[in-house]
C-alpha cells in the first residue's frame, strides 16, 4: 500500500497549507500565497494525526526546507496526474512554456497504460502559478505502477522518454515505493527502491514494497 495520510495526500503530491503572514517559523525565502505556502509530500511514513511531511522550497537549488503540518493547516492538495490538464493563468514563464511543449508530445498510449503526471519544477509551478522552471530544466515525472512493470515494458517507455525534445527522469512509483524507469530497464540485476525508511537494494521491487 502506498504511504497516503488521512486527508488522502501521497508522495509528490503538492499541498497547500495554511501559514498565518506574521509566522516567523518558516524563512523569508519559503514561496507563499498570501496566509498560505505550497510544499511538495516527502517520502516518510504517513503521522499517526494524518498531517504530511512536506519539503518546502525558495528560487534557488540551495533553498529548501522540511516541514510537518497538520491535517487542519492542510487547505488544498494537487497530484501530478492533475495537474496535465489543470488550467493556467497569467504569463507563463520560458522555462514553464518550453516543459508544456514537452508534456504535450507525451501519448499516454507510450506509457504502458500507466498513470502519469510531471513532478519536480514544472509540477511545482503548474500546481502554484509560481515561477521555477528554469529553460534548461530537466522535466521530472512519475509513473504510478500499482501493478508489476516488465523489464520490457520499461524499456519501451524509456526508448519513448528519449525522443522528447528534453531529458525526463521519471520514477515508477511502486506503493511504498519507487524505483528509476532507466535503472528498471537497464537489465536484470538488483534495483535501487526508494522507501521510508531509506534505499534498498531489490531484484524485485514489487514484492519488497507488497507489505
Sequence with gaps: MAVITRNGARVHDLVRFSVPA?????????????????????RQSARADGGAALGL????????????????????????EELITRPLSGTVNPGLARALSVLSSVDPQKLGGLVW???????????????????????????????????????RILHFL?????????????????????????????????TPSGPVLTKNPWQDCAS
Design 57 to 80: 522550497r525558495g528560487r534557488e537549488r540551495s533553498e529548501r526546507v522540511a516541514v510537518e503540518v497538520t491535517t487542519s493547516d492542510i487547505l488544498e492538495v494537487v497530484a501530478p
Design 117 to 155: 503526471g510531471p513532478t519536480g519544477s514544472a509540477g511545482f509551478e503548474l500546481a502554484t502559478g509560481i515561477p521555477a522552471v528554469r529553460e534548461t530544466s530537466d522535466l521530472d515525472m512519475i509513473l504510478r505502477a500499482d501493478r508489476p512493470v516488465t523489464r520490457e515494458v520499461a524499456g
Design 22 to 42: 506574521a509566522d516567523d517559523r518558516l524563512p523569508p525565502w519559503v514561496l507563499r500565497d498570501r496566509e498560505s505556502a505550497w510544499g511538495v509530500v516527502r
Design 162 to 194: 528519449l525522443t522528447l525534445p528534453c531529458r525526463v527522469d521519471c520514477l515508477l512509483e511502486i506503493g511504498r515505493g519507487a524505483v528509476a524507469l532507466a535503472e528498471w530497464a537497464a537489465g536484470d540485476g538488483g534495483v535501487l527502491l526508494r
